[in-house]
């Protein structure tokens, strides 16, 4: 039986608003899933193992015609991962490390379909920040809550327009979602045609 559902697991408005751009109808599923991971995963391992993660949660569920796309971002600074602050005080601490540096964010993403098919992929972007001032962190963090990002920002919002001084790789995977490489898969899986 062809893949006819896509269903999107993720709160993430920025997910729903490039799902939607791209032109592609889907539904909205979501579960609570535990987001720790093994202490002995590094980097894109972490964001791939999450992804499966939240799509095993969503496995006995499926329909055989569904697909359901799981994604977690999350933002390296060396070896360390900066995944969502707890709270103001470690937004800002997050960004003060980041600023005047180049750091990774590495999308998961799984597409997992109701007849068993999985596939688990990652994609990498590096963003370098500009030197930026306690001012500039402390208004961005009260103005915009980046409590919902990794890393504490968006690129999208105030401090990517005045603090990314560069980017390699995707724009979108920073935003939280390598459409070019969702699209790809989804094309192999059926969903989409031309």
Known sequence: MPITRLLLASNSPRRRQLLTELGLPYEIRLKEVDEEFPPHLQRAAVAEFLAARKAAAYREELAENEVILTADTIV??????????ADTAEAIQMLTRLQGR???????????T?????VVFSDQTRVTFR??????I????????PLDKAGAYGAQDWIGMVGVTR???SYFNVMGLPVHRVWAELEKLGLVRF
Request: charged share 25%; glycine share 10%.
């Open 167 to 169: 980017l390699e790789g």
């Open 114 to 118: 109701g007849d068993g098919r999985q």
């Open 138 to 145: 402390e208004f961005y963090v009260q103005r915009y809550q």
């Open 76 to 85: 390296c600074l060396d070896e360390d991962v900066l995944n969502k602050p």
């Open 102 to 112: 180049t750091h990774d964010v590495f999308t998961g993403v799984c597409l997992l």
């Open 131 to 136: 030197p930026l001032s306690s001012a500039e």
